[in-house]
């Protein structure tokens, strides 16, 4: 049995929330989490997932279905718990709509210790953070890059969004235009405060996401899937449609 003592103790108290509706809360022993990503990294499981679980390994691009993004509960196929996950590990996922092999030579206590790292990479739908009113400039022709606005509105405890992901944009990033000495320059964040029962606005001339190396030409009408990733480790997903820059909404 693996003892925890001090900060390792202090660790071993973050819960993470199941996706399943009623599922229990699991306490991640720190331990077991740094036993299961040396397993994950060993196994090539990042070769298609991604050592962030996003699934977006070297290997994966070409993947029809593409790797599962293990940040996200919801797209789990035989579920997000940790018994659900390492009886996945040892069964494997048939083809089509899997197609991951079984990794039966692994005992069952490394089973467990991946399928612990595994939830350890999840974030959870936020239940208190909703974003309204988003939506994603058209890009102008022969640029590279766009902006996205919306309001965010904190029904719970002071969180912060710590990193952004948008379908169709290599890069995402929170952005702060200011008025210095007459210019407008760009300040880029590296994390966004959300007070607690607080609303936060991002808005043409203020705060933003600024979009860049594109890989679709966003134009007005068209859809964007966004993800804000918390501190507090859950996650806002949702759409935001595309529209013009004129004001037109």
Known sequence: ??????????????????????????????????AGRDTYLSNG???????????????????????????????????????????TVAEGLPAPGG?????????????RDLAMFIV???HPDSAVVEVRDPWI????????STGGWMTIYNAGPADAIVAVEVSGAHEAKLHRSMDVDGMMRMEQLERLELPAEGTVELAPGGLHLMLERLSTQYSDGEVATVTLFLESR????????????DGAR
């Open 137 to 144: 400039g058209e890009v102008i022709p022969g640029m590279d």
């Open 1 to 34: 049995m693996r003892r925890c003592t001090g900060p390792a103790l202090a660790l071993m108290l973050l819960v993470v929330g199941c996706a399943d509706p009623g599922a229990s809360t699991a306490a991640l022993d720190p331990e077991a989490v740094a």
């Open 45 to 87: 499981c990042a070769n298609c997932h991604g050592e962030d679980g996003s699934g977006r390994g070297a290997l994966g691009a070409g993947f029809d279905p593409p790797p599962r993004d293990y940040r996200d509960p919801a797209a789990y196929q035989a579920g997000s718990d940790i018994d659900a996950i390492a009886r």
């Open 99 to 111: 197609g991951m092999p079984a990794f039966r030579h692994l005992s069952e206590e490394r089973r």
């Open 234 to 245: 859950t996650a806002v997903r949702f759409e935001a449609p595309v529209r013009r820059r």
């Open 120 to 122: 350890s990479l999840q």
